[in-house]
């Protein structure tokens, strides 16, 4: 099924499984759906089975939206007790349509329990009462760890996925590979069909990369990540950069932010550290996975200066991480968007595309996991494997013996829908979109208007006199995007920050302090640096204070 028909599909409010093989695009649809939803006055409740996948896609996980947190069982007592947590059940009542990502991580109890306490909080005793459900996940993929010693059983083998009454939408088109042979070879470790080809074309790839490249390693288990990591930035002459994550929020989801963050609460850099991208900004040119070198620290801020493999250098800018609920932030970190990339586990790249990367799969011990690992890798050509197990090359049998039943049903689903009439297709969209409360719009198409320069829709905002954090909320992205587009704006000459930005200039002790220390960094011979600015002011001072602050100073 390609994504367009998927997303009609969606429109429609059905419960749907968003599945397919990794590269395919399941990321990219849920997020033009969510994008679909906001444009019509919805927000959509955005979760994952796990911190890093929900991390990744700026939600929170639904052990922690659903109040489940980390119960194992569930009685009437706690359903009463979550009952009567007002923000709770207020939640539940307000959200129409729940997406869970990562759903082959959830085990199938743990989804019961799910739809047991939606049941309760909504008062509807329909499946996950009365909710759109969208769950999303390769199967194939990292399979559920259950707890309380039972027995781990898939999302799909849950009493409440089956009353959901979901369409599969099993995507077919192919992002990531372009490479046949490769795809090929995917296709056979998917189908459980380990052949003499199979072993052929991954022993030829067990050859060493050059000395120099870039590429990561990936490993099965923590323990060699970190210990190759630390080992070769020592190696590296010279004092590290340190940077310190930042953060501002309700604790608990503070910390859950920070245990699914990609990058590190320090990062120590030094240059010539090998580096990748934990975090997509296509507008600046990187994405999660993106590889580099770090070749250089900026004169003015201390930011580091990472060139790409293409050759492009990026200065790297910190960047958020936020939990968001009903368009309020409950949580945000700030780091810099950058992990070592000497190694990085296999749970820990699910999600990314490399054009390359080294692996050593001779002690993967879970079913998916060498797939996960394969499975990153753009090409063929791109894979450098050091050695296998066959363990590695395994999927669980579960999953190949339901794989063909989600085809069939993304096919019955097609077809269904297929033959319905434009018009007949549009009133079941609007439908839907009245019944959550939503708004239609009619009007110019999007794709049809004249694409305007996100610093410049960001000016036209300032000239209305929003400041940065209204610019963020009205626009959806954070304020070290807004910050980053007036510094753009100032470099060109398109605003006057005194005449313009006058209605948010920082004002009172705080911007004293900050001028006091920028003042004694260019009494040293330097420039308006952030780095050693923060370091100088202590972390009640965040970088986007910093910056704000600097847009003035620098026209002093």
Not at 97 to 118: F, K, P, R, W, Y
Not at 171 to 198: A, M, N, P, Y
Request: proline share 4%; charged share 25%; glycine share 10%.
């Amino acid at each position: 099924m390609t994504q367009d028909t998927a997303l009609s599909i969606l429109k429609t409010g059905a419960n749907v499984c968003i599945t397919g093989e990794p590269g395919s695009g399941k990321s990219y649809l849920i997020g033009q759906y969510i994008t679909y939803l906001r444009d019509h006055g919805i927000e959509p409740a955005i979760t994952a089975s796990t911190g890093i996948a929900a991390t990744h896609i700026g939600g929170m996980t639904i052990h922690s939206w659903s109040g489940l947190g980390i119960r194992d069982t569930l009685s009437d007592y706690d359903l009463d007790f979550l009952g009567q947590k007002e923000k709770l059940v207020d939640r539940a009542r307000k959200t129409h349509v729940l997406i869970i990502d990562e759903i082959s991580m959830l085990d199938a109890h743990t989804l019961g329990m799910i739809d047991t306490i939606l049941r309760a909080l909504r008062q509807n005793p329909a499946p996950f009462g009365g909710m759109q459900v969208i769950f999303v996940g390769d199967f194939f993929q990292l399979p559920p760890i259950a707890r309380g010693g039972r027995a781990s059983r898939f999302a799909f083998e849950s009493p409440s996925w089956a009353a959901a009454s979901l369409l599969t939408c099993y995507l077919t088109e192919q992002h990531r590979q372009e490479d046949e042979v490769f795809l090929g070879l995917l296709l056979s470790i998917r189908k459980g069909e380990v052949t003499r080809d199979l072993h052929k074309h991954l022993k030829a790839r067990n050859i060493a990369p050059e000395a120099d490249d870039t590429m990561p390693q990936l490993f099965s288990h923590n323990a060699d990540v970190d210990h190759i990591n630390k080992g070769e930035l020592s190696k590296i002459p010279g004092n590290a950069r340190i940077f310190d994550m930042q953060s501002k929020g309700s604790k608990a989801v503070v910390e859950a932010l920070k245990r699914g963050c990609l990058s590190p609460e320090t990062l120590f850099l030094k240059e010539g550290a090998r580096v990748m991208f934990t975090k997509n900004d296509f507008e600046n040119g990187f994405f999660n996975g993106t590889l580099g070198v770090v070749t250089g620290f900026a004169k003015d801020d201390g930011m580091p200066l990472v060139t790409l493999t293409t050759g492009e250098v990026i200065k790297v800018f910190p960047m958020e991480w936020a939990v968001e609920e009903g368009g309020k932030v409950l949580a945000r970190i700030t780091q810099i968007p950058l992990r070592l990339a000497w190694a990085i586990t296999i749970h820990k790249s699910q999600g990314m595309s490399l054009d390359a990367a080294c692996m050593d799969l001779s002690a993967t011990f879970e079913y998916g996991q060498g797939y996960v690992a394969l499975s990153r890798v753009r090409s063929l050509a791109g894979l450098y494997l050091c050695g296998y197990n066959e363990k590695s090359l395994q999927v669980h049998p579960r999953i190949i013996a339901h794989d063909a039943a989600f085809l069939a049903a993304s096919g019955e689903a097609q077809e269904v829908f297929a033959a319905m009439s434009a018009l007949e297709l549009k009133d079941m969209q609007h439908n839907f979109l009245r019944a959550c409360g939503g708004t239609i719009e009619k009007g110019v198409p999007k794709s049809s208007k004249k694409k305007i320069p996100t610093h410049e829709v960001t000016r036209e905002l300032l000239m209305q006199k929003l400041t940065p954090q209204q610019i963020a909320k009205t626009r959806g992205v954070t304020v070290g995007t807004v910050i980053e587009h007036l510094e753009k704006l100032v470099r060109k000459g398109l605003i006057d920050i005194e005449a313009d930005c006058a209605h948010f200039k920082p004002s009172g002790a705080r911007f004293e302090k900050i001028r006091e220390a920028f003042e004694a960094i260019q009494g040293y011979g330097g420039t308006l640096q952030l780095v050693p600015a923060r370091s100088m002011l202590g972390d009640t001072y965040d970088y986007e204070e910093l910056r704000l602050a600097r847009l003035f100073l620098d026209g002093d």
